[in-house]
């Protein structure tokens, strides 16, 4: 049977209010995600903890650089479009960062990343 059953109703909690708010705060950046993009957000940082066993699996049993590039590298392949369609529209912009929806998505990975090794999200 599928499902989470690597990671607490807490660790859940902790990795959704994670994706939130570093959404929250990329709006200051002018990046807007739409609601059905923070729930693939949501789902791809929760299943990608659960497939690698859960927070505390990721924490005793893998070193911090190796999880955020497989995190990476795989992020880059699942949120291709996303990537592709937020350049293509801050490329016409005036100001800002062509590759904002990057960043967010990499800083989204470190916050979480963090919290799991700095004991804060368990």
């Known amino acids: ?30 990046l807007y995600i739409s ?3 923070l729930e693939k957000e949501e789902a791809f940082f929760l ?7 859960g927070v505390a699996n990721v924490k ?6 190796d999880v955020s590039r497989v995190i990476a590298n795989t992020a880059g392949a699942f949120f291709e479009k996303e990537s592709r369609e937020f350049h293509e529209k ?7 960062a062509k590759t904002r929806y990057d960043v967010h ?4 990975r470190g916050a979480i990343l963090n919290a799991v090794y ?4 368990i």
Not at 47 to 53: D, K, M, T
Not at 60 to 65: L, P, Q, T
């Open 35 to 37: 609601g059905e993009l």
């Open 60 to 65: 005793n049993n893998y070193k911090f650089e």
């Open 90 to 96: 801050f490329s016409k912009a005036k100001t800002g």
């Open 1 to 30: 049977m599928g499902g989470l059953n690597h990671l607490s109703l807490r660790e859940i909690r902790g990795v959704l209010k994670i994706v939130i708010d570093q959404t929250k705060e990329s709006r200051k950046y002018g």
């Open 47 to 53: 299943v990608g903890l659960n497939e690698l066993g």
């Open 105 to 108: 998505l990499e800083l989204t």
């Open 118 to 121: 700095d004991n804060r999200i």
